[in-house]
């Protein structure tokens, strides 16, 4: 299971930490984040390995979130920083094994948190 945390109301310009808890041990490769804005479709954001350090982001968050792992916590985390108004969603943690060139579909993943609600507003 995936327990996602973290979201918020926050001003523009603003940051948060948002977390995703995995119960038990996992075996996935990757753990990733997704969102979907009211009347979107899911998207991808940012992806890490559990185990390998490796990580991508989508092009609209880049240099503004990072994606990283506590390996022993068995908790990822995903730092958004000079959050606009256009990063407001709903934020899923997930969890899967696919190839690096899968990681950007939401149907290659198999394991799904309940979602935070990011809201970037003034």
């Known amino acids: 299971q995936l327990q996602a945390s973290g979201g918020g109301l926050v001003q523009p310009g603003g940051s948060l930490r948002l977390s995703c808890a995995a119960s038990g041990r996992t075996s996935s490769r990757w753990v990733s984040w997704f969102r979907q804005a009211p009347g979107k479709e899911r998207e991808f954001v940012a992806a890490?390995?559990?185990?390998?350090?490796?990580?991508y982001y989508d092009d609209s968050v880049e240099g503004r979130f990072t994606i990283s792992r506590d390996r022993v916590e068995n908790t990822a985390y995903l730092q958004v920083s000079n959050l606009k108004p256009a990063d407001t969603a709903v934020y899923y943690c997930a969890q899967g094994s696919t190839i690096v060139s899968g990681i950007y579909q939401s149907r290659n993943y198999g394991y799904w948190g309940q979602g935070t609600l990011v809201t970037v507003s003034s």
């Open positions: 890490t390995e559990w185990n390998g350090g490796h990580t």
